[in-house]
């Protein structure tokens, strides 16, 4: 993780957090980003309303369970202020933000084409998804 938030890696930062979810089932994007914040990381998480369309799937991003979130989890991968801006205004308040990030997770679809191909939404190909998994199962180094 430490190496994608210097380098402002997105895709790789987020890869990278599903391996400490693996390794800490328990925690919360609230706990990931209080150390965050005591690592003193660029990157910033904040939680967004679940968009509700057919097919996904809001779950908890180590145990993929879809008790209690509604919430999303997005993180900005920018320099510093900017980071911390994004998700001001975004996720509210830092009390509020992680209030809500103790209620957020991950999208899942059991179909992709239900999901919108405009806007926001981005498909990764086949040899990102395969990227991130090696990432996630520190199979695949960063650096």
């Known amino acids: 993780m430490e190496f994608a938030d210097k380098n402002l890696l997105l895709r790789q930062f987020c890869a990278a957090y599903f391996g400490w979810f693996k390794h800490n089932k328990d925690k919360t994007f609230a706990d990931l980003e209080r150390e965050l914040r005591k690592r003193n990381f660029n990157t910033h998480l904040f939680a967004v309303p679940c968009n509700n369309f057919e ?46 990030l103790e209620r957020a997770g991950v999208l899942f679809t059991r179909n992709i084409d239900t999901i919108p191909t405009t806007g926001e939404f981005v498909h990764m190909i086949s040899s990102q998804i395969d990227e991130n998994v090696a990432v996630a199962n520190n199979a695949k180094k960063l650096y």
């Open 55 to 100: 097919d996904i799937i809001p779950v908890h991003p180590g145990t993929y369970e879809p008790t209690g979130i509604v919430f999303e989890c997005m993180a900005s991968c920018r320099p510093r202020q900017l980071a911390l801006l994004e998700a001001r205004v975004k996720g509210g308040s830092e009390q509020q933000n992680l209030l809500n």
